[in-house]
């Protein structure tokens, strides 16, 4: 785990979407955070260790989802495929398909499996999944000031975590897509889809992958704004000197806010995913997903790609080895991203994470 000092910073960012405003001052108390997102590998302990059924290992629940189909309720999630050559990127339709027995052990569909990635970032896994997975190691999910902050790495004010450009010196940052969406990938380093955790350069705290290969789950709900009215502390969010306690950082109750979170029409509250993937592409919405501000809501049932960062209290008992980054502080936070904003697509499938956080160095 990394340990991060904390500190005082500016929250959000104008002249691109509208929910990464107004840009805020936030001030996190000193945390430890993974280094890296969960791995397939360290999700597989966990389930070897628990026995646990992810959510995209389950059948949905036809009361929540009224006018699916029934096909469409059997376990499974959504799976990227390239289409053939150019299209209109206002269908997400023609490059997510949904694929029954797709989950994290099977990403893209039935005979696909996880040889040769063990140390690649666990996708397809939701909100819950993430949550009962940093339960187990002694941790919890960062919040989305947390996260933003330790993106940053120390830096302030630039357009990307690492400056201003896209590329330092020619050299790719980050796992995102190189060509053109959604039927042209180059690849990024030599990877098409999502790369070894670490194969791109680490940021100024030394945590990788914070931008590109997979979203990642935070626990906070979305809102459609920064709310400017959150008191300014915003570092005890995930504890209360106990695991699953986790006291409100902003104004209104918890149960206000996970109703403000859902879509209209819709009463499934939607948590905050962070930091891109691969399959943002220049020619997308997505490209400016690849900073530190940009935030995409995500419904927790439905299972996406991954989680990147859990945090867990000090003190608490975890297993001997930690899954995912880590993030020692006394909040805890859960967004997470999903493919229907990551490039115009669904709810379901896409490629998220998660990364562990542990509670402040100061604790309650």
């Known amino acids: 785990m990394i340990v991060i000092a904390g500190g005082r910073f500016l ?64 376990p499974g999630a959504l799976v990227f495929r390239p289409t053939d050559g150019p299209v209109g990127l206002g269908d997400w339709r023609q490059w997510w398909r949904w694929q029954v027995g797709a989950s994290w052990r099977h990403p893209s569909g039935q005979g696909s499996d996880l040889s040769g990635k063990e140390n690649h970032p666990v996708v397809q896994v939701s909100f819950e999944d993430a949550e009962r997975f940093s339960s187990w190691a002694g941790k919890r999910l960062p919040s989305e000031a947390e996260w933003e902050f330790a993106c940053h790495g120390g830096g302030r004010g ?34 098409v889809g999502t790369s070894p955790v670490g194969t791109f350069a680490p940021n100024g705290f030394g945590l990788v992958d914070m ?88 419904t927790p049932p439905p299972p996406i790609s991954g989680f990147a960062a859990l945090v867990s209290d000090n003190g608490w008992p975890g297993p001997a080895r930690s899954t995912g980054r880590e993030f020692n502080g006394h909040e805890g ?26 509670c402040p160095i100061t604790t309650c």
């Open 11 to 74: 929250m959000g960012a104008t002249g691109f979407y509208s929910d990464e405003g107004p840009i805020v001052e936030r001030t996190v108390r000193a945390f430890e955070l993974d280094e890296h997102p969960v791995t397939n590998r360290q999700f597989a302990e966990f389930v070897d260790a628990t026995g646990y059924l992810t959510v995209a290992e389950r059948p949905l629940n036809g009361k929540d989802y009224p006018g699916v189909a029934v096909e469409d309720l059997l």
């Open 158 to 191: 630039t357009d990307f975590a690492w400056g201003d450009k896209p590329t330092v010196d020619g050299r790719l940052m980050a796992n995102t897509w190189q060509g053109r969406f959604p039927y042209l990938n180059t690849g990024a380093a030599g990877w």
């Open 211 to 298: 931008i590109g290969n997979i979203w990642e789950w935070t626990s906070d709900y979305y809102s459609s704004r920064h709310d400017s009215a959150v008191p300014q502390l915003d570092s005890m969010a995930g504890c209360q000197c106990g695991p699953g306690k986790p006291p409100s950082a902003r104004a209104e109750p918890l149960d206000q806010r996970a109703a403000g979170s859902a879509e209209p029409g819709s009463t499934i509250p939607r948590r905050v995913t962070k930091g891109g993937s691969h399959l943002c592409a220049r020619n997308t919405a997505c490209a400016t997903g690849r900073r530190p501000a940009p935030r995409r809501p995500r």
């Open 333 to 358: 936070r859960r967004r997470i991203k999903g493919c229907d904003r990551l490039a115009g697509g669904p709810n379901r499938g896409g490629p998220t994470a998660h990364r562990l956080t542990e």
